[in-house]
């Protein structure tokens, strides 16, 4: 398994991963955090110097999900929310951060920093050209594009070192999940880049809908409701 995240979708892929290993469950094998936030307190410097909206997002915005998030902010120390606070990562999965000039800017670097010091092998792909949401605006930005295939091309080279690495030399199929994943064109060119067949996570695709539901709507937000709709199944 490989968990694969931007924004507040690269804090939960790091978040899971470090969950895992600390309550010793199985820990994925990869995780690619692109432009991810990692610190609740927001108060590093990119927050103030890119947070005027240049970077794609603005400050006012993240404290506004902030507040939704989290309603206690005693909660800011623990590692669900600042998994760079988290004092035990040695051990955490091989990572791809992914980083731009963007508010969390300072975060995504911190991070990768923090792994290379636990001895966590990381990749940190910098694209300082580009702002926060980048991933999405490949069919408009050339720059964005070279940027999600290098990405992309990334991810085979760990996979290739996985192969090389263990028992196992083959993914069988590859499911994308969540917002990111709905990427125009991104099953294809990563079918095109790892060899390996991939389609997008749709976990309605065998539930009967109501008249009242725009069928078409659900299918283009089916993979960002993956967590969603595991939560309500429970």
């Not at 010091?117 to 949401?133: F, K, R, S, T």
């Not at 199929?173 to 060899?195: C, E, H, N, R, W």
């Amino acid at each position: 398994l490989a968990t694969m995240g931007d924004s507040a979708g690269g804090n939960l892929s790091i978040v899971v991963a470090q969950q895992a290993a600390l309550q010793g469950l199985s820990v994925p094998k990869l995780v690619v955090a692109v432009y991810p936030k990692t610190d609740g307190a927001s108060d590093m410097p990119s927050i103030t110097q890119l947070g005027g909206g240049q970077g794609g997002l603005d400050g006012d915005m993240i404290h506004w999900f902030h507040n939704h998030y989290i309603q206690d902010d005693t909660l800011v120390g623990d590692y669900r929310i600042s998994p760079l606070r988290n004092p035990d990562i040695a051990g955490h999965p091989d990572t791809i951060v992914v980083t731009a000039t963007d508010p969390l800017r300072d975060e995504g670097l911190a991070y990768s920093e923090k792994l290379k010091d636990a001895g966590v092998n990381v990749v940190n792909l910098d694209y300082p050209e580009l702002v926060h949401g980048f991933i999405t605006m490949g069919g408009a930005i050339p720059s964005a594009r070279r940027a999600v295939n290098a990405i992309v091309q990334q991810i085979n080279r760990s996979l290739q070192f996985f192969y090389g690495s263990t028992q196992f030399n083959e993914v069988n199929y590859i499911l994308l999940a969540g917002g990111s994943a709905s990427i125009d064109g991104l099953p294809d060119l990563i079918q095109q880049k790892v060899g390996t067949g991939c389609s997008l996570a749709n976990p309605f695709a065998d539930m009967a809908l109501a008249n009242k539901v725009n069928a078409k709507a659900l299918e283009n937000d089916a993979s960002a409701m993956m967590i969603a709709c595991g939560l309500a199944l429970r």
